[in-house]
C-alpha cells in the first residue's frame, strides 16, 4: 500500500523568505502528483498536478518538482506572503494523501 | 459557475440516527469521491463512484453507504453503525476514473456525532 509522508508537519517563516515544502511516498510506481492547499474549515484546492512524465510545473510563484526514483516531491514557494498561510497537502495515485505541511507566513 | 456543492455545511446528529451529506457536481464529471478528514490527518476514502450506477468501498467503509442515480449527484449516508462518525467529510470528482486524472474538491461538511 502507498504510504505519504509530508515533513515537516508545521513551519513558520518570515514574509518574503524562500520555502520548500517535502512530500516522500513509498511506490515509485505513481502516475502522478497533486499538490492542494486547504484553508481552515475549507475544502482542498488544486495547486498543480505533475503527470509521471513530467518533472516539474509551474504556477505563478509556486514550482512543484517530482523524482519518482528517490519516492519525492517537492513544492517551492517564492517570496512568501502571509496569504500563502495555510495546510499544504500533497496527493499520488490520487487516493493517497499526506497529512500536510501547515505553512504560517509572519508580516 | 461550475464547480462542487455540498451541503449542509455543518451538520449535528444524535447518536443513533443516520444523517446524510449532499454532493452535486455540475462539471460533467464521470467520477466522484468521498474522503473523511480527521484533525491533523490526511484524507481516507470512503467511497467512489467511476459511473453512474456503480460504485467501490475505499479504505474506511464501515458505517456508511453511498448512490449514484445520477451523474451529477452522489450522496453520503453516515449510519448508526459508524462508531466515530465526527469528522469533516469532503466530496471530490475527476473527469474521468483514471488514476492520472485531476481531483477537484467541493467545500465540505462538518459532522458533529452529539
Known amino acids: 500500500k502507498q504510504e505519504v509522508t509530508q515533513i515537516p508537519a508545521a513551519l513558520s517563516v518570515p514574509e518574503g523568505e524562500n520555502l520548500v515544502l517535502n512530500c516522500s511516498f513509498t511506490?515509485?510506481?505513481?502516475?502522478?502528483l497533486q499538490w492542494f492547499r486547504q484553508d481552515p474549515g475549507k475544502g482542498l484546492t488544486s495547486l498543480l498536478l505533475?503527470?509521471?512524465?513530467?518533472r516539474e510545473q509551474t504556477s505563478g510563484r509556486l514550482n512543484a518538482s517530482l523524482d519518482k526514483s528517490s519516492g519525492r516531491s517537492t513544492l517551492y514557494i517564492a517570496a512568501s506572503q502571509p496569504g500563502d498561510s495555510a495546510t499544504y497537502l500533497c496527493?499520488?495515485?490520487?487516493?493517497?494523501f499526506g497529512s500536510g505541511t501547515k505553512l504560517n507566513v509572519k508580516p | 459557475d461550475g464547480g462542487i456543492t455540498q451541503s449542509p455545511k455543518y451538520l449535528f446528529r444524535k447518536e443513533g440516527q443516520n444523517v446524510t451529506l449532499s454532493c452535486e457536481q455540475n462539471?460533467?464529471?464521470?467520477?466522484m469521491y468521498w474522503y473523511r478528514q480527521d484533525p491533523g490527518q490526511g484524507l481516507r476514502l470512503i467511497y467512489y463512484?467511476?459511473?453512474?450506477?456503480?460504485?467501490q468501498k475505499g479504505d474506511i467503509a464501515e458505517g456508511y453507504s453511498v448512490s449514484r442515480e445520477k451523474k451529477e449527484s452522489f450522496p453520503l449516508t453516515v449510519t448508526s453503525a459508524q462508531k466515530n462518525p465526527t469528522a469533516f467529510y469532503l466530496c471530490?470528482?475527476?473527469?474521468?476514473?483514471?488514476?492520472?486524472?485531476?481531483?477537484?474538491f467541493g467545500p465540505g461538511t462538518r459532522l458533529t456525532v452529539l
Open positions: 505533475i503527470q509521471s512524465s513530467q
Open positions: 471530490a470528482s475527476s473527469i474521468g476514473g483514471n488514476s492520472w486524472d485531476e481531483q477537484f
Open positions: 511506490d515509485s510506481a505513481i502516475y502522478n
Open positions: 462539471l460533467n464529471h464521470d467520477a
Open positions: 496527493a499520488v495515485y490520487k487516493f493517497y
Open positions: 463512484s467511476q459511473i453512474v450506477n456503480d460504485f
